[in-house]
């Protein structure tokens, strides 16, 4: 009998008792090769021994540290290196735990320099549907995931979300790509005005939108406009980067690949790649100026913040990527996972687009691929497809509701960095597998 409250409180779930590179090990003696990263975390894999090693170091000498007290070397030095590799003016860095606390904490800083620079009007977040933010009510308020936002709904204050990007699906007959981008952006401005530019904080998006929407990735023609609207009314631009940064998509950030650059962006899964629970916020220049002519001190804190036994794994696993050129491998692994996928399901009966950056790859499924009708929601492909691919000794990333919340399924594939030529291969097999008994099975 457990005692824990998993997720799910009707399924059964397998114990994991042991990981060894891309591959995690239950307690029947099963070997899954791990396609998703667990849930896009796990970017160097399993049983590092320099990760390992330095957390025991860390350990020994200090466990924790009130950040109401003090600072610590762990911290200090993963946010050197954070700051080194960032864009523009993202100089400052603070740490939690996971991804929703800093989306949560971007939220309330952006809210904070607006009332710290004298205009305390500007309340209102923007968001885009089909995105995902986190699970508190605050990154719930702002995302665009209707089935985790429903059963909250009437505790958030009133939400306003613009359109995706979204092209498979939105480009109109004879639209350019460009044309599309800038429409979509457009929209932005529509809904600024609309609401008053003087009651707007911010505006957040996911450079590549992650479990909600399958991979779906904008252009620098989109941003380069969205970075303009923002500028022309005094709004700040959030990044949320939880899964699609710190070197999934071939670049450190996804957002170098979209030549955009963010006010605050957030990152968490690659940053400490499941060794500790951590997740960072990079602030701009701008921003931490504003606040300390302010009130001096940013409003917003936990218990764990800055912790360093977190921030000293984070840092060795930055060091281990850094050292490895992995977000090289990334990118070559990358091209050849896509390719891989172009080849055995690019003609598909039922897969209606393929799409994604570097190691952070999806595939969309329809009924019919002329007229991408998506398979009727109470069939559960997804989920299905979850199950069958661990019969074949693969973990990968199914969801459903992929196009409007409701409808839609799409599979992501989000391996460790450290993935071989070989791995992808394996990899690609046992999804063809799971792919066509699933589908048969509807």
Wanted: with cysteine; hydrophobic share 40%; charged share 25%.
């Amino acid at each position: 009998m457990s005692f824990v409250a998993h997720r799910s409180l009707k399924e059964t779930y397998r114990k994991a008792v042991r990981g060894e590179g891309i591959y995690v090990f239950d307690a029947d003696g099963n070997k899954y090769l791990d396609g998703s990263s667990g849930a896009g975390v796990s970017c160097l894999g399993h049983s590092n021994e320099r990760v390992i090693s330095a957390i025991k170091e860390q350990a020994e000498k200090l466990c924790f540290a009130s950040s109401v007290f003090y600072t610590n070397d762990p911290t200090e030095e993963l946010a050197a290196v954070l700051a080194k590799g960032a864009p523009g003016d993202l100089k400052y860095a603070t740490f939690g735990c996971g991804g929703s606390e800093q989306v949560e904490g971007a939220l309330k800083i952006a809210r904070q320099y607006h009332v710290d620079r004298g205009e305390p009007s500007r309340t209102i977040m923007i968001a885009r549907r089909q995105s995902y933010h986190g699970m508190t009510l605050g990154t719930l308020n702002v995302g665009g995931h209707i089935g985790r936002r429903q059963l909250y709904t009437p505790m958030f204050a009133p939400t306003h979300l613009i359109a995706p990007h979204y092209a498979y699906r939105e480009r109109r007959e004879g639209e350019t790509a460009a044309a599309y981008s800038l429409r979509v952006a457009n929209e932005l401005e529509t809904k600024i005005l609309e609401l008053g530019q003087e009651n707007v904080a911010a505006f957040i998006a996911e450079p590549v939108v992650g479990a909600t929407n399958g991979c779906v990735a904008a252009d620098d023609v989109y941003f380069k406009r969205i970075r303009e609207i923002c500028d022309q009314y005094g709004v700040l631009l959030i990044l949320d980067e939880v899964f699609c940064g710190m070197g999934r998509t071939g670049t450190r950030h996804a957002c170098e690949q979209d030549s955009v650059l963010p006010d605050l962006l957030v990152m968490a899964k690659g940053l400490g790649g499941g060794y500790q629970p951590i997740s960072a916020l990079l602030i701009s220049e701008k921003i931490i100026n504003a606040v300390k002519d302010g009130r001096g001190y940013i409003a917003n804190g936990h218990t764990y913040m800055n912790h360093p036994l977190n921030c000293a794994a984070g840092l060795a696993v930055q060091q281990e990527i850094a050292d490895r050129d992995l977000i090289a491998n990334v990118a070559k692994q990358g091209a050849y996972l896509r390719a891989r996928l172009e080849e055995s399901f690019g003609q598909h009966a039922h897969v209606g687009d393929i799409r994604g950056r570097g190691l952070m790859q999806a595939l969309e499924f329809v009924v019919d691929r002329e007229t991408k009708e998506p398979f009727p929601p109470e069939k559960q492909l997804w989920a299905k497809l979850q199950k069958t691919a661990m019969t074949h000794g693969l973990m990968c990333y199914p969801n459903g509701g992929t196009i409007d919340g409701i409808k839609g399924d799409h599979v992501i594939l989000a391996p460790p960095y450290i993935i071989s030529e070989a791995q992808v291969d394996e990899m690609v097999e046992k999804l063809e597998k799971s792919v066509a008994q699933t589908i048969n099975q509807l």
